[in-house]
């Protein structure tokens, strides 16, 4: 193999739900701390091409990359624990394997042989994994394979893994298998036999792990783990054990403790030294140790799980570890807001966040949730969705235009105040084509945001199809909401603010993408200041 990057696979065994993006991301940290350029993958074995159509319920956040792939909220720690962008080649689904090897197929690529899945599709697998390898840009690449091991559709990339050890030879890639120890609380004991037996399945698959974690609610003994080793084929140093955290900002130190980073090293030939991560362990501190806390309200449609505002509440996390204060954040279902329990249910917020979203369902709710705290003066920042909910209950109630809305919810709206661009006028595919992606903003100057990211032009993500209607921009301004950042060359607004309160902030873009442990987003640390400074104020 020409490329020196070393490559590490993360398989998952048990059950799903164990945290691998989390472990990942964690040696990634510790690797990363040693001065090795690190970069983690994940391969997702769904048939979607990639989870932009996917239904938050089902998956979580969708993330968006600056290079504007729609990608899964594992990308998401990646880059907030390692403080590196993600790209497109960083998350591969089995559906978009399927289409570049159908595509190839059908542009008579493989010279008349029998397409198979293999060697067709798990070539095209160890291609994918090879892609940020062979860029030169990385030391090692984490490859985070989804699912659980023993599922019909992880086999094939399983077997990809087992051949790619073959061609990369000895001491160039480690198979990490994270694995769950139940405790059996009746017979008071931690149980081996899952983890047994999913290590054979993956052996059945002529892959043998190199290293476990363990995911423990108690204390793994001295024995557990030499029996565990002694039956899975492993070295006993080669047994870390994984105990629950009550953050997900811990997991760098657990591993740390258990050595992680050393045996994985060991394992490839590598240097191990002393991990330099005070910066990460400051931050830690503080967010343990706040001296004082707000509570922001939350008003989305998807409030119920944790997983769908992902990004906004990790950015939060950082924000108030800046402003040395805990955030706590009380989800508030848009769908039963309205003009009567408006009060009751916002006026002991500091500050409100109105989510980003797509449809009609709630949007009602959103509205009177923006009314409220544009009339009481609270802290309002709006994302995507909610920014535009910002520009509607403007329209409608200071500038009285009757019926405005968002062509997204009433086509045929007197006052189409959000609307689609002409290009996107003529899409009739959903997947990926909205407008995605990192674009340029210029703010205005002596604006609260260009006081804020104290810059002139900033680059943010976007995820969204319908846009600020122009026309109705100087009617607007001359009501009060101003556009504050603009495109510098298309001119779509991309920030509006009412100076004429104390802090009263949309954005069309989604700023908690690009929120990391290292970079708090300016955005958020100013929003949780504000929501410090109302309540102290009240
Ligand atoms: N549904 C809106 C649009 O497509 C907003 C999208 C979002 O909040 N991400 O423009």
Redesign the pocket.
Known sequence: MSSNTKYIFVTGGVTSSLGKGIIAASLAKLLQSQGYKVTIQKLDPYINVDPGTLNPYEHGECYVTEDGAETDLDLGHYERFLNVPTSQANNVTTGRIYQSVIQKEREGKFLGKTVQVVPHITDEIKRRVQILGKSGDYDIVITEIGGTVGDIESLPYIEAVRQLRWDLGENNGVVIHLTLIPYLSAAGELKTKPTQHSVKTLMESGVQADILVCRTEHTLPKDLRRKLALFCNVTPDSVIQSIDASTIYDVPNLMLKEGLDKVVLKKLDLECTKPNISNWNKFVRRHKNPKSEVTIGLIGKYVELQDSYKSILESFIHAGAENGVKVIVESVHSEYLNEENVKLMLSHLDAVLV?????ERGIEGKITAVKYVRENKIPFLG????M?MAVIEFARNVLKLEGAN?T?MDEDTANPV?GLMEEQKTIKNKGGT?RLGAWECKLLQGSKVSKIYKEDIIKERH?????FNGEYKDQIEQGGMFATGLNPKTKLVEIIEIPDHPWFVGVQY?PEYKSTVENPHPLFVAFVKAALKYKTSK
């Not at 989510?355 to 449809?359: I, K, T, V, Y």
């Open positions: 989510a980003p979203g797509f449809g994302i995507c969705l909610g535009q968002s997204e959000i909205m995820r969204h199809r319908y846009e989604h």
